[in-house]
């Protein structure tokens, strides 16, 4: 028997409690791992209090992401006792996730443990931090460089884009971050290595079709009239990589900086990113944050604390990481 953190739906309401289940429970999959380590974002928040559409089926365990170690392996990538790290794939939507003592999902969804990281570190950086290092490794290959000009993040603030501009200053570039939290978060960023920190109120307004070039490249966690705009000011021939859509799923823009001038749009998907590409950038992200990035701000948490800290999640009471040690 183990614990689980399991999500039930009763007339439109979805309930969170913690309880025992067996491993005969576990949806199919070719590893069995025991979870040491998940995390808590936004994400998880909507689906435990029910407030986001995130789950359509129950009874489900929630938890986009998971680390630990292998009991069981039927594929021959994994033995028994390897440490492993889990992001997307639905696994907390779709596929029962993290937030339980054992999981058990398809091989090609894990990765190996990087050299120098363990379960608590993988999870302070999470989907979140992946994301970020796909993001940079995107712009590194549309071969935006450091003496190019400044790089925007925007939605800075939150988990890709705190770890997008540590990312960015330690590999030389000059960061400015947007933030609709400037007074709160404005001494982090810039301790997290960003030049400027900028307020997202002079990015979300209605775009020219073309403004004043001043990016030579972007990493958007925001999208709609913020990442429209950032695009108007695009230099020619920059690059902008997009991975979230806190601001909506619109883009009111014109193919005016495609054409006029060469901006590329560089779309980031890290749910099913394939296998060589995750690991290399967890490789990578591990080699470059550096160890006071794992300084900042993060709370520690039992599985038991998850329904309360969800709702100060959705609240906005709650700053840095989430870990849930299992």
């Not at 990087?114 to 992946?130: E, F, R």
Request: proline share 4%; glycine share 10%; hydrophobic share 40%.
């Amino acid at each position: 028997m183990f614990n689980a953190l399991v999500l039930t739906q009763e007339n439109k309401q979805t309930f969170a409690s913690v309880t025992q289940l067996q491993e005969s429970d576990l949806p199919q999959g070719e590893v069995l791992v025991e979870v040491e380590c998940s995390s808590l974002n936004y994400k998880d928040g909507l689906a435990v209090t029910g407030l986001g559409k995130i789950i359509r089926n129950f009874p489900m365990v929630p938890g986009i992401d998971f680390a630990g170690r292998v009991i069981e392996s039927q594929d021959e990538r994994y033995q028994a006792g390897d440490q492993v790290i889990l992001t997307g794939w639905g696994v907390g939507e779709n596929h029962w996730g993290g937030l339980a003592q054992k999981a058990r999902v398809k091989a090609d969804w894990l990765v190996p443990m990087p050299q120098h990281c363990d379960a608590a570190k993988a999870m302070q950086i999470g989907t979140a931090g992946l994301t970020a290092m796909l993001c940079v490794q995107a712009l590194q290959n549309a071969n935006v460089q450091p003496s190019d000009g400044d790089i925007l993040v925007t939605g800075a603030s939150g988990g890709v884009g705190s770890v997008a501009v540590t990312l960015l200053n330690k590999l030389g570039y000059t960061v400015v971050a947007s933030s609709g939290r400037v007074s709160q978060n404005g001494d982090l960023l810039k301790r997290l290595g960003a030049a400027e920190v900028i307020d997202r109120s002079e990015l979300d307004i209605d775009a020219r079709p073309l403004d004043k070039q001043r990016w030579a490249g972007m990493v958007d966690t925001v999208g709609n009239k913020v990442l429209a705009t950032a695009l108007s000011q695009m230099k020619y021939g920059g690059s902008a990589a997009i991975c979230g859509l806190a601001g909506g799923f619109a883009l009111p823009t014109t193919v005016m900086p495609f054409i006029l001038r060469n901006v590329s749009l560089l779309g980031i998907d890290s749910v099913s990113c394939p296998f060589e590409k995750r690991r290399a950038a967890w490789n990578d992200v591990i080699s470059l944050l550096p160890e006071t990035y794992y300084q900042q701000a993060c709370e520690t948490i039992s599985l038991e604390q998850v329904p309360e800290f969800a709702q100060r999640i959705i609240k906005g009471e709650v700053t840095g990481r989430v870990l849930v040690k299992l």
